[in-house]
């Protein structure tokens, strides 16, 4: 437990991701003088007003809430003035405008889920597993004007399974990212920290991987590609926001399935990509270029997410092919 003291911290963030690493400052003692987080927003069949998981934390420790539509506006930048704070903490949130990142005494840190400068962007989780990469990590830097290029303080990484998919290497790093952050905020409590440029760790012919924010379009599976891209890809989406393909019947009928379990099979075969093999009982898989992608679980639009066995009782799935 680090004692509470006039350090006044500002924590920006909405997700989980983000609460889990305000909680683990909270139980710390740091002194938190205000959460910003997204404004409350319709969700659901009854489109009912939902809190951000930040702004359901803050609450519940009576820490005080901010939710700016805009962060360039006026009263916005004038509560961060009258609050004084020595350091912004931020963990998944918008990108900051300068009259904002520049308020605080110390400055503003950002925890990053990825080993910068690889992976800057929105989706660094998601995109390490879809190019198969088996470690990853968390990093502590000085935000600047360029999203994700500030001056590194903390790294740790963090080793990726085979088994790994999106959600359960986002709860490894929130849980690392969360103590990172708290090793960070006492280097800079007591003004010693290192710090290295971004641009010394770009050497050579180091080739830079980026994790740009993910659309639809882009969640579409190629069942042309090898069994491990494909099997990447998929996990890499699964749960959110999931990999897609879609299905048409001799009829035009079209259905979406999302992908979110599957498993490897390397097996030499003359079938086309995209080849739907199943016994429309206990197993479903898809023919790739080097061997086929058994499907474990997935969910047609519309229904509910259940394991291939449950899903082939009730679909004619020989009856359908895969749009490639």
């Not at 740091?30 to 007003?49: E, F």
């Not at 805009?70 to 704070?85: A, D, G, R, T, V």
């Not at 009259?99 to 400068?117: Q, R």
């Not at 989706?123 to 597993?129: E, G, K, L, Q, R």
Request: charged residues 20%.
């Amino acid at each position: 437990m680090y004692p509470k003291s006039g350090f006044k911290i500002v924590f920006m963030g909405s997700p989980d991701f983000a609460a889990f690493s305000l909680q683990t400052l909270v139980e710390h003692g740091y002194n938190i003088s205000a959460a910003v987080t997204a404004p409350d927003k319709p969700a659901g069949r009854g489109m009912a007003l939902q809190q951000t998981a930040v702004k359901k934390l803050a609450l519940a420790n009576d820490v005080p809430v901010l939710q700016p539509d805009k962060l360039k506006s006026p009263e916005f930048i004038e509560m961060l003035i009258n609050i004084c704070p020595d350091l912004i903490v931020v963990v998944a949130f918008r990108m900051l405008p300068e009259v904002v990142f520049t308020i605080p005494k110390k400055g503003t840190i950002n925890l990053h889920a990825s080993l910068l400068p690889q992976y800057r962007g929105a989706a660094p989780i998601n995109h390490a597993i879809i190019n198969g990469e088996n470690i990853t990590g968390l990093t502590t830097f000085f935000i600047e004007k360029q999203i994700d290029t500030g001056k590194i303080i903390y790294q740790e990484s963090v080793d990726i399974s085979d088994q790994d998919n999106a959600g359960t290497l986002h709860d490894k790093l929130m849980v690392t990212g969360a103590y990172l952050l708290v090793k960070t905020i006492n280097a800079i409590m007591n003004n010693d920290f290192p710090v290295i440029s971004q641009s010394e760790l770009i050497k050579g012919d180091l080739s830079l991987k980026t994790a740009p924010k993910i659309h639809k379009d882009f969640c579409r599976i190629n069942w042309s590609e090898n069994v491990s891209a494909v099997y990447d890809f998929i996990r890499g989406l699964s749960p959110y926001p999931g990999a897609f393909t879609e299905l048409m019947d001799n009829n035009g009928k079209t259905v979406l399935l999302k992908v979110f379990e599957t498993d490897k099979l390397y097996e030499e075969h003359t079938s086309e990509p995209g080849i739907i093999y199943s016994d429309s009982k206990t197993f479903l898989k898809i023919a790739v270029s080097d061997g086929y992608i058994l499907i474990c679980s997935l969910q047609a639009a519309g229904k509910k997410r259940m394991e291939a066995e449950e899903f082939l009782k009730g679909f004619r799935i020989n009856e359908w092919k895969i749009i490639i």
